[in-house]
């Protein structure tokens, strides 16, 4: 069984978040699955918006907090559309796909900075793990 | 001018909807009424909540409405907040996307839907700017 919890008050991007995550592991048993395995905390922060989220996953659950998740294994900064776009770009592997034009402009963003992300290599596959449980492409 | 928030508002609302080629093809796939509730702010001459239902259906409008609360709150796809938001969104003062993750707006739906179809969003916040609107606090007085 997979559970998606909101810790504290949330923001709206933590209820967004959550809604997204629990209604993709519900209707996809490969994210369940994905779900059932995972260890360790991502850190998203919107800049455009000033919102922060932290993501816990131990093995069945994912807590969705409205603050930050100090020594998060990723940490992702970016603007409220490029984290709109992570959640709708196709993935190869759990990561945007270069083979697709949206997945270009994705990676591209890495390249101007619009798109950061903290922890890697190390953080790779929570990386990849968290794109895929976000992603409704 | 047409005065926000009337029914009048919402026919001039439909008609922009449905002569859009942009959000004919951004909603090509979107399925479901999307109710909008507009909360009362009575000291910006906004003294009851008010509700109103878009049928929406792959890339047209079928239908827009004032409703019941009851009518709204049985709608897939519910998004609400105080008068004074909706002025700064229908204005472009304040992005769409943005103001759900700071919790301006409240989106109640599925929201796999919802973030596959943000362009769509985007296009139907931007015909509402377009409709030349009289604001109710904005209006002199006689």
């Known amino acids: 069984m ?9 923001n709206g991007l933590a209820e967004m978040i959550a809604g997204l995550l629990q209604a993709n592991v519900t209707g996809d048993a490969d994210k369940a ?66 083979f697709t034009p949206d997945g270009r402009a994705v990676v591209g963003k890495l390249a101007t900075g619009e798109l950061r992300i903290g922890g890697l290599p190390l953080g790779l596959p929570m990386l990849r793990a968290v794109t895929t449980l976000l992603n409704v492409a | 001018m047409v005065a926000y928030g009337t029914q009048e508002w919402l026919d001039t609302y439909r008609e922009r ?59 897939p796809f519910v998004i609400r907040a105080p008068y004074s938001r909706w002025k700064q969104v229908i204005r472009g003062e304040l992005d769409p996307i943005k103001a759900m993750m700071q919790g301006k707006l409240r989106l109640r739906g599925d929201l796999p839907t919802v973030v596959r179809h943000v362009a769509a969003a985007k296009v139907l916040v931007a015909i509402a700017g377009e409709i030349a609107t009289e604001f109710p606090d904005e209006q002199t007085t006689a």
């Open chain 1, 33 to 98: 699955r994905l779900l059932e395995s995972l260890r360790g905390a991502v850190q998203l922060d919107v800049r455009d918006a000033g919102v922060t989220i932290g993501l816990k996953f131990v093995p069945g659950t994912v807590t969705v907090t409205s603050a930050a998740v100090p020594g998060a294994d990723v940490r992702i900064t970016a603007d409220a559309a490029t984290v709109m776009a992570l959640s709708t770009v196709p993935l190869r592997y759990g990561l945007p796909d270069v």
């Open chain 1, 2 to 10: 997979t559970v998606v919890a909101v810790e504290g008050e949330p």
């Open chain 2, 17 to 75: 909807i449905n002569a859009s080629a942009s959000y004919r093809a951004a909603a090509a796939t979107w399925e479901g009424a999307l109710a909008y509730v507009f909360e009362a702010e009575p000291d910006k001459r906004w003294p009851e909540t008010t509700h109103a239902v878009m049928d929406l259906w792959h890339g047209q409008c079928r239908d827009a409405r004032l409703t019941s609360a009851a009518e709204a709150e049985q709608a």
